[in-house]
């Protein structure tokens, strides 16, 4: 038996989270009621965004960010390869087709000059994804946005409470979409968030996460109507009133995890940076990382992969190209070859153990037992 285990990342719950819930459960509204727009306000103000539509899961609002760009059939929308499958999927959801861009290889993050030449003249959207928390050069997304007439969507899933130039994430694409899955930054469970400073596609997305009807049962039950206009196809993509409140208690802590996932960051830097064959991803210039996963490149990392989970340590891989897939291969035609880059990271990479409630002798154990494997295979 291993002396510890270690989960790649973990929710942190405390009383006040427990409490918060349960008021809840003894209240009036378990589902849309009033817990969803206090959560709504309090995520929208902590990312300084304008409007913010809370949604079952981080799938659900890339959905929803999707629909509401307007995204159909016989569009195309450039998606970064090295992401997780939901990204692209959202855009299938929609009739469209993603055109997978390769990444810049010290980051990781999509690399700007391949997106620019895969516009065609289909292209709808472009994905941001903040890849591991660490917010892409929007700078230069905003401007091939801006000239190719793309809608700027950010993916991220990754990123709650990352700073590009000192603008918090969420409030730089024209739309956001956040997870609140147990690994990431705040947990509801499952659940979504999406961020926009545009009124009407708010609107859209609120109707989108409700069957497509305009109003929902707490604004009838107001009203003292009995009447609904469905006026599109939707989804049910509520997220609770028991979530919500999560929601709202977790957000308490998040500068704190954020301090802690930046000490942590620091540690593995440090505890490496005599290793030249452990090498972490680069950090850009002008960001403020926001940590959700520590990614490293690393030679034999079938064999270190396997040794560390022996070990107790929950080491995972994020993540191979979308495209390798099987069903994306069959789906879209698409062979090996595509992104060059995103597949040659994808047999090195390696996220280690990154949770706020991991302690300094946790890390110490990480960098300590990853050394002595390395020292081994010499
Ligand atoms: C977690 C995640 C999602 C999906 O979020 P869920 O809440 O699990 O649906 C989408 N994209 C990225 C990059 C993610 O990490």
Redesign the pocket.
């Known amino acids: 038996m291993p002396e510890r285990k270690l989960p790649y990342g973990k929710q942190w719950i405390d009383d006040e989270d427990i409490r918060a819930v349960v008021d809840v459960l003894s209240g009036d509204w378990l589902t849309t009621g009033p817990r969803v727009e206090d959560f709504e306000s309090s995520f929208a103000a902590c990312v300084r965004a304008r409007h913010a539509v809370a949604v079952s899961?981080?799938?659900?609002?890339?959905h929803c960010a999707m629909h509401a760009a307007g995204i159909g059939p016989g569009d195309e929308v450039l998606v970064p390869a090295m992401?997780?499958v939901?990204?692209a999927n959202a855009v299938l959801y929609c009739g469209a087709t993603p055109v997978f861009v390769d990444v810049e290889p010290d980051t990781l993050l999509i690399d700007a000059n391949d997106a620019a030449a895969k516009v065609s003249s289909r292209s709808k959207a472009i994905v941001a994804?903040d890849?591991a928390g660490q917010p892409c050069d929007y700078d230069v997304l905003r401007n091939i946005a801006r000239r190719c007439s793309l809608v700027l969507i950010a993916?991220a899933?990754?990123a709650l409470g990352a700073q590009h130039r000192g603008d918090p994430v969420g409030s730089i694409a024209d739309l956001s979409?956040f997870?609140?899955?147990p690994?990431?930054h705040v947990t509801t469970g499952?659940?979504?968030m999406i961020t926009t400073s545009n009124a009407e596609w708010a609107a859209r997305m609120r109707a989108f996460r409700n069957h497509g009807i305009t109003t929902d049962h707490r604004q009838r039950e107001t009203a003292g109507s009995w009447s609904y206009e469905m006026v599109e196809l939707g989804f049910n993509y509520r997220l609770t009133d028991m979530q919500c409140a999560l929601g709202k208690s977790q957000l308490r802590r998040l500068p704190e995890w954020l301090d802690r996932r930046h000490e942590i960051a620091a540690q593995y830097r440090q505890g490496f940076a005599d290793t030249a064959q452990v090498r972490p991803l680069a950090v850009r210039a002008d960001v403020r990382h926001a940590h959700?996963l520590f990614v490293i490149r690393v030679a034999q990392r079938a064999r270190l992969f396997a040794a560390l989970r022996n070990a107790g340590i929950g080491v995972n891989v994020?993540y191979a190209p979308v495209y390798m897939h099987p069903y994306y291969r069959r789906r879209l035609g698409l062979a090996p070859g595509l992104c060059p880059v995103a597949e040659a990271a994808s047999g090195q990479i390696l996220s280690l153990p990154m949770f706020p409630r991991m302690t300094d002798d946790d890390v110490a154990f990480v960098v300590g037992t990853f050394r002595k494997l390395l020292e081994a295979a010499c």
């Open positions: 899961s981080g799938t659900a609002a890339l992401t997780f939901a990204t994804v890849y993916d899933c990754h979409a997870s609140f899955h690994v990431k499952e659940g979504g959700h994020h």
